[in-house]
């Protein structure tokens, strides 16, 4: 058997040969970039929507806290599909596109808005965008892949 390009007893691992390459066939990996991004798209808007949440007379800012989770949590996961390294900033392009246009271009013919132009709800607002984008940043920055020819240390 050695003319047929495999050693004379080599075995061949139980459910067939082992993938060699890192990443999903790309229908699969289409999908799941589309998914991530719909998901990031959806957040930015629910997150903006959770804007004026009050308990009591206090602002309740947990849409920033939310903010933090799925802009960290939603680049990891982009990263674990293994594709093209650019792809890893578009949960937060989405996300940031959701918050803002959700924010600036939709109201109602009663006048209703979603982000008021003054008070604490504008603030809260502000903080959504500052520390949610500041945490997609980091998001992006660490899991993105070391450039060609550095190898990421044990710690990092």
């Known amino acids: 058997m050695t003319?047929?390009?495999?050693?004379?007893?080599?075995?061949?691992?139980?459910?067939?040969?082992?993938?060699t390459e890192e990443s999903l066939p790309s229908a699969?990996?289409?999908?799941?970039v589309v998914i991530i991004s719909?998901?990031?798209?959806?957040?930015?808007?629910?997150?903006?929507?959770?804007?004026?949440?009050?308990?009591?007379?206090?602002?309740a800012p947990i849409t920033v806290a939310i903010a933090v989770i799925g802009n960290l949590v939603l680049p990891r996961l982009m990263a674990n599909l293994r594709p093209p390294a650019?792809?890893?900033?578009?949960?937060?392009?989405?996300?940031?596109?959701g918050v803002v246009s959700?924010?600036?271009?939709?109201?109602?013919?009663?006048?209703?808005?979603?982000?008021?132009?003054?008070?604490?709800?504008?603030?809260v607002w502000l903080a959504l965008l500052v520390v949610g984008g500041g945490a997609a940043a980091v998001g992006i920055s660490r899991n993105l892949p070391p450039p060609p020819g550095r190898v990421r240390g044990p710690g990092r």
């Open 86 to 97: 650019w792809t890893i900033a578009l949960p937060a392009l989405w996300w940031l596109l």
């Open 102 to 123: 959700f924010a600036v271009f939709f109201s109602r013919p009663e006048g209703d808005i979603v982000i008021p132009g003054a008070g604490t709800d504008l603030y």
């Open 3 to 19: 003319g047929m390009g495999r050693e004379q007893g080599a075995l061949e691992p139980i459910g067939g040969p082992v993938r």
């Open 38 to 59: 719909v998901c990031a798209l959806i957040g930015g808007i629910f997150e903006t929507l959770l804007v004026p949440i009050y308990i009591g007379s206090a602002v």
């Open 28 to 32: 699969l990996l289409v999908l799941g």
